[in-house]
Structures are given as structure tokens and as C-alpha cells.
């Protein structure tokens, strides 16, 4: 299994970005997908997650500006985020749980991560 995210890239103080990430290989059935982040010098962050039923959970510091969704058809998230500030500056990792066989358990996978820069 392999996910490969995209998207990331230098935008100033009040834009916007999209994230995506794809997910490939030998796939079962696909449980939570998330986007976490890493500051430098700091540790790794969840920042929002898309459950297989629908339901959706965001970090306080990114409630109503970034938005989670999934397309269950293609394997994919996006992370759609709005009013970006400096402080959201990090590496992005898509994640994904996913199971391989049946029956099986799922294992959590990552992508390889994508920088957001976000200055002025």
C-alpha cells in the first residue's frame, strides 16, 4: 500500500491550499484517513480525520478555516485549507487505515509528507 500526497507549496499569509492523497496497492477496505503535521522542532500533530462513515474531527487551531474529505471510489483525501497562517507552516502527512485481505486487520499507513509554507 502506498499513499502519495500533493499539493503543497508556498502561499502567503491568508490563502489557500489544497492537499491531496492518494492511496494505491493492494486494498481491502479503507478505515479512517487523516492529515497530521509537523512543525519544525516540534512533534507530530493530528489535524483532521475522515472517518469510512462520514464523520469528520478537526484540531482546535484549524477548526472552520480547513476542510477533510474523501472520494471512497478513488482512495482519495484532500485537505482544503482557508486563512492559512504562518503558524500552520509544517510538513503534511496524509494517513490512511487500511485493510489488505479478508479477513485481515487494518494497519495504518503513511505518505511521504509535503511542505506548506506559509509567509509573506
Known amino acids: 500500500v502506498q499513499l502519495q500526497a500533493s499539493g503543497g507549496g508556498l502561499v502567503q499569509p491568508g490563502g489557500s491550499l489544497r492537499l491531496s492523497c492518494a492511496v494505491s496497492?493492494?486494498?481491502?477496505?479503507?478505515?479512517?484517513m487523516a492529515w497530521y503535521r509537523q512543525a519544525p522542532g516540534s512533534q507530530r500533530e493530528l489535524v483532521a480525520t475522515?472517518?469510512?462513515?462520514?464523520?469528520?474531527n478537526y484540531a482546535d487551531s484549524v477548526q472552520g478555516r480547513f476542510t477533510i474529505s474523501r472520494n471512497n471510489n478513488k482512495n482519495t483525501v484532500a485537505l482544503q485549507m482557508n486563512s492559512l497562517k504562518p503558524g500552520d507552516t509544517a510538513v503534511y502527512y496524509c494517513?490512511?487505515?487500511?485493510?489488505?485481505?479478508?479477513?485481515?486487520?487494518?494497519?495504518?499507513?503513511w505518505g511521504q509528507g509535503t511542505l506548506v509554507t506559509v509567509s509573506s
Open positions: 494517513s490512511a487505515s487500511v485493510r489488505n485481505s479478508y479477513p485481515g486487520v487494518f494497519y495504518a499507513y
Open positions: 475522515a472517518t469510512s462513515g462520514g464523520s469528520t
Open positions: 496497492g493492494t486494498i481491502f477496505a479503507i478505515g479512517d
